[in-house]
């Protein structure tokens, strides 16, 4: 296992009722910004809810965050911040609103130019606001973690950061809050976290066996929980296991000690900047792309995972290798999601771009061991076309 530090300052508060703690855990702040997406908390009823145990404080509103939140979007709330000398930022949505939280509270205090350097140039952040989140959409894994991932449209690129002084002070999981997401984004969550999972886990064997049960017991509870979840998004027990899976696939623990990977994500980014398909369709495009083109890369941890997350037993290592890789591609589908680049009307001049994009940025090599070359990234998706 490899030397580690593990951090995790985030209190999380799990299960109904737990909105009832929510202004004890905004004390001593006084001024909060309240930030959300497209109205989704206006018409589920939890904006309300939020607002009514906001009583004790003064509350300014920025709604509007989008999908895959935007740069241009975000300097706006700090604008606002600014002039209104806000103390506290409550991101109440997905994971793309509590990013831009994590990004509006980072550039509050950006003084060396534009706030952007902090994707596009690695500028460290020395200072932010403190946050705090009310998850609406388990997928991300954002409410737990210090990373956050922001589009700038005048550029069409998506980057991302990660700082320590990003974690949510606290966290409020409420599975109830979910039940009223629609089942394409229930689908997007399940797998989300399955491939944040694998970033962590599909690498190759660090003598870490406890993180690699972590890992399977997630992937396997993901399996059989999110299907109930996808039927029936109320479902609180169902949306409970999600919720608790998402959150648990990126805070850090199964990471700890680990190799990880994450080329897949760098590529679906891509996509999605480029093409604006949802994050977790693009990772279900790349995934079995970047398998079939590192197989015998990753090869003991593909049969590991063909083992004991799927119980392939039989067969040549190849054998049980592709064997794995359409479980996982029938498991993305049966949630409704498309794994093939010609179902997003993506060609291969679209794959010369991408590879461009990464050129251009000076992006030659990365992943577990530098694997990924632009070679790979150009087979991998010609695997999917
Ligand atoms: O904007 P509203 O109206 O709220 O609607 C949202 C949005 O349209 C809707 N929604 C959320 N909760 C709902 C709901 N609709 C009905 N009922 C509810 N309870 O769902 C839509 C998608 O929301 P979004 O926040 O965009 O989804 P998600 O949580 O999947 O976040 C995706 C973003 O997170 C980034 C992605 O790149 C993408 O930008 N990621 C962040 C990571 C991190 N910070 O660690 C890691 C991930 O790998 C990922 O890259
Ligand atoms: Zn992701």
Known sequence: MRNFEFYNPVKVMFGTDQLKKLSANLTPFKKILLLYGGGSIKKNGIYKKVNEELSNFTVFEFGGI????????????????????????????????????????AARFYENGDPWDILAKNKTVNKSLPIGCILTLPATGSEMNMGSVITRNSTNEKLSFLSPLSYPKFAILMPEFAASLPQRQVANGIVDSFVHVIEQYVTYPADAPLQDRFAESILKTLIEEGPKVYENPADYNAMSNLMWCSTMALNGTISTGVPSDWSVHMIGHELTALYEIDHARTLAIVLPGIWKALRNEKKEKLLQYAARVWNIYGGTDNEKIEKAIQKTVDFFESLGIDTQLNKYNINKESIKLIVERFENRGWKVFGDRQLVTLEIVKKALEYQL
Request: no cysteine; glycine share 8%; aromatic share 8%.
């Open 66 to 105: 989008e999908a895959n939140p935007r740069y241009e979007t975000a300097m706006k709330a700090v604008e606002l911040i600014k002039n209104e000398n806000i103390e506290f930022i409550l991101a109440v949505g997905g994971g793309s609103v509590i990013d831009a939280a994590k990004f509006i509270a």
